[in-house]
């Protein structure tokens, strides 16, 4: 079968992931401020702050199609199309749980036990820390794919990759001493104040666990290229 010319020479559409980078990050963004506000007691600022994340989710979702609508069936990647859109759900998913996130904390009251507040601060800071090296890793892109993801820009690619994991491997042990301290709060907790405080850390736990994935999508793209 023949393949038209201009679909060989179409450009990459892999630099554009950049820009749903860009707005996920900008959505995950607002998870400190959201869990701020919650330590606050500020019911109607999680409210409001909860309904500007699905708005910037809404935007993520958006460029998400985009990208996935104006990507060309047929064109010369150095990597499998296939493989380009799991990077970008994983991309996504990252938006999807900070929404959900918001959904949680706007679905009851929440008392936010003393000895938790520190901790769960540390936690969201150290998820931020595992979104930021992933953007970083994402900004890549261009120079892997001028590169043909090989050489040493692949091997810095890889480098922040591990360092991904690493970070999530630390937010995944500060989850753990949220999980600890909040069970040790069971006499001024509700068993259902539990549960939903266990269904949000895991939520926000999420967000690094997609970030790592992304990446893996990365260490992927180098081993088949």
């Known amino acids: 079968m023949r393949i038209p010319l201009a679909n060989l020479l179409v450009r990459s559409p892999l630099p554009r992931v950049e820009a749903l980078m860009d707005r996920v990050e900008e959505c995950v963004g607002c998870v400190p401020q959201l869990v701020e506000l919650l ?13 500007e994340v699905s ?41 999807d749980c900070a929404e959900d996130v918001g959904v949680l904390l706007t679905l009851r009251p929440y008392q936010v036990p003393e000895a938790l507040k520190a901790p769960l601060r540390e936690f969201v800071e150290r998820v931020m820390a595992t979104v930021a090296a992933a953007t970083e890793l994402v900004e890549m892109m261009d120079d892997l794919m001028s590169a043909g993801f090989a050489g040493s820009t692949a091997e810095a690619a890889l480098a922040k990759a591990d360092e991904i994991g690493q970070l999530e491997h630390k937010a995944d042990k500060v989850q753990d001493r949220c999980a600890k301290t909040l069970f040790r709060s069971e006499g001024e907790l509700s068993p259902v104040a539990i549960f939903m405080w266990t269904k949000l850390l895991n939520k926000i736990g999420d967000i690094a666990n997609h970030a790592e994935n992304v990446g893996d999508q990365f260490r992927l793209f180098v081993a088949a290229s």
Do not use: W
């Not at 910037?56 to 296939?82: H, I, T, W, Y």
């Open 39 to 51: 330590i606050a007691g500020d019911a109607a600022g999680v409210e409001r702050m909860a309904r």
């Open 55 to 95: 708005v910037l989710e809404g935007q993520a979702d958006a460029a998400k199609n985009a990208f996935r609508s104006k990507m060309p069936v047929r064109l010369f990647l150095p990597v499998d199309r296939r493989d380009v859109l799991r990077l970008i759900s994983e991309i996504d998913a990252m938006a």
